[in-house]
């Protein structure tokens, strides 16, 4: 090919790139001002601290937010810790066989798994087996199991990503194998594993699914007071607006309003992760 | 002379790959010893098996022994752990943990619980003295290893070694990522440091072995071929592969 035409392609080829990158972006910003448009607008403390009245057609989300929040706060007591301790499991003690690499697979499969069959599966467990019934408990714990291949798949990463030889300049002080995870290996991963397990759980806390047959419902006038209790969620609140209300263009405004708490809910965690990173990473050098 | 370690007919595999074949040498205390020989010919699988670095890979079989001042390290039972205090290492490619200068050299105090005993601040002190590092810090301790030179990461990593007080200090071939300065700099702290360690080190710089070590051991292909002081290996080998090796002859 000719110096010319060689750039020609590569001039073509960015402009591609960029082209994509542009699409992209838009269909973005275009959900987010539509979202925000819309929503703006009922967003009020009131909005967020009342409970829905009339049929649902006035006051605002308050039962919704806490369940959600309640929820995902046992996704992650649940799924975090186990998360990660599979993870240093998998990646630091057991050994390279086919048995740990079927096992590998299994994991990333199981990321891929439709959040209805886990939901389907938490009422077999949790609800019927378990007997924890339909509440926030059975909830977060299938949320939970839905967000574990993510954080085992994003801490196992995180550790891979540790330099071998820092666990041997560990070990060549004298360290044990432990010492040197809990002293050297994690706190370098901590970030990654931060990410994985906040991306993990924010995308649990939007889900519908999973939490359709074990514990929320369509209405209540107080939030969850206990974690056996039902609860309402935001997804399912939206849901119910935009699709099921015997007044959908009534309460329009109200499905918007929801959204945009959602959104902003998911933005709050993931400012937290960028937060803890960052505190990590100057800690790191502490 | 006494001798700190003594390497008794080691014989090591990885899986079916025969690495060492029956290395026997001894090393006098108090004295640098250099490993030399190509790529491959087991010299820093023999380095490694002094600490037990092996002990990780499940793969490895290893028969023989090897003496800490005439106690087996290899056959017993003895906590790898506590081996590695006494015989430290110092790697390839400078390997500072991700902490700050000080953070670096305290975390072998606190690991082995040695902060209990000696002041921390002064251990670390006294380490970065060793290796010439405490005058061109300065106080500035709090900063990031990594934010250092080559050759000062590397410098830290051997006061990281020597501030737990071992008695060996293995090096794999602890220049062979640095310039020709820091390169001098780190032999002149082997010279040094011999008065109160013994140290082995691997070593394809033969000018490197000629200028540091009191004796060398020629390796080739899983067996140690020569061993002596480090003049007689240089200026008078017996073996025909020694002298083409060290003549730069070899192939």
């Known amino acids: 090919m000719s110096v010319i035409s060689k750039n020609i392609t590569s001039f073509i080829g960015l402009r591609f790139l960029g082209l994509c990158t542009i699409v992209v972006l838009a269909f973005i910003l275009l959900v987010l001002i539509d979202i925000i448009w819309k929503g703006a607008g009922t967003l009020s403390w009131d909005f967020i601290f009342t409970v829905p009245r009339k049929g649902m057609t006035e006051g605002g989300i308050y039962p919704a937010l806490v369940g959600t929040t309640m929820v995902t706060v046992i996704t992650a007591i649940f799924s975090i810790p186990v998360g990660v301790a599979t993870a240093v499991y998998l990646n630091e003690y057991a050994s390279d066989n086919m048995f740990t690499k079927i096992l590998r697979a299994s994991i990333r499969n199981l990321a891929g798994v439709p959040s209805i069959i886990y939901g389907l599966f938490g009422v077999a467990l949790f609800v019927e087996a378990l007997r924890l019934g339909n509440s926030v408990v059975s909830s977060g714990l299938t949320l939970g199991l839905m967000t574990l291949p993510y954080i085992i798949t994003a801490t196992e990463e995180a550790l891979r990503s540790v330099p071998h030889s820092h666990r041997e300049g560990a070990l060549a002080l004298g360290a044990t194998k432990w010492e040197a995870i809990k002293t050297i290996i994690l706190p370098s991963a901590i970030a990654g594993i931060t990410t994985g397990a906040i991306l993990g759980v924010s995308r649990a806390a939007g889900e519908t699914a999973p939490i359709l047959f074990t514990g929320v419902t369509f209405y209540l006038r107080f939030p969850p007071d206990t974690l056996d209790s039902e609860f309402m969620a935001l997804p399912y609140h939206l849901y119910i607006l935009s699709t099921q209300h015997h007044a959908i263009e009534q309460v329009r405004p109200l499905a918007y309003g929801t959204a945009l708490v959602l959104i902003l809910l998911i933005v709050v965690l993931n400012i937290i992760a960028f937060i803890i990173r960052n505190k990590y990473a100057k800690e790191l050098v502490k | ?251």
């Open chain 2, 1 to 251: 002379m006494e001798n700190k370690i003594e390497i008794k007919d080691i014989k090591l595999s990885f899986g079916t790959k025969e690495v060492l074949k029956g290395v026997t040498m001894q090393i006098p205390k108090n004295s640098v010893v250099a490993l030399i020989g190509p790529s491959g010919c087991g010299k820093s699988t023999l380095l490694r098996s002094i600490n037990r670095m092996h002990d990780l890979n499940p793969d490895v079989k290893i028969t023989g022994d090897i003496l800490l001042d005439g106690e087996s390290i290899l056959q017993s039972k003895k906590d790898p752990t506590e081996i590695r205090r006494k015989v430290g290492m110092v790697f390839q490619r400078p390997n500072p943990f991700p902490k700050s200068i000080y953070n670096n050299i305290a975390y072998g105090l606190k690991i082995n619980e040695l902060d209990k005993k000696v002041d921390v601040k002064q251990a670390v002190q006294s380490a970065l003295e060793d290796c010439y590092l405490w005058d061109e810090l300065g106080d500035n301790l709090k900063r990031s290893a990594l934010e250092m030179s080559g050759g000062q990461q590397q410098r830290l990593c051997i006061a990281r070694a020597i501030a737990i007080n071992p008695e060996v200090i293995l090096m794999d071939e602890p220049c062979s990522a640095l310039d020709p300065i820091s390169t001098a700099k780190i032999e002149e702290l082997i010279l040094r440091l011999k008065k109160d360690y013994t140290i082995i080190i691997v070593t394809h710089n033969m000018q490197q072995a000629i200028r540091t070590a009191d004796y060398t051991g020629f390796m080739y292909l899983g067996e140690l071929v020569e061993y002596g002081t480090t003049q007689q290996i240089f200026e008078n080998p017996k073996e025909e592969l020694t002298k083409r090796y060290v003549e730069g002859n070899f192939g």
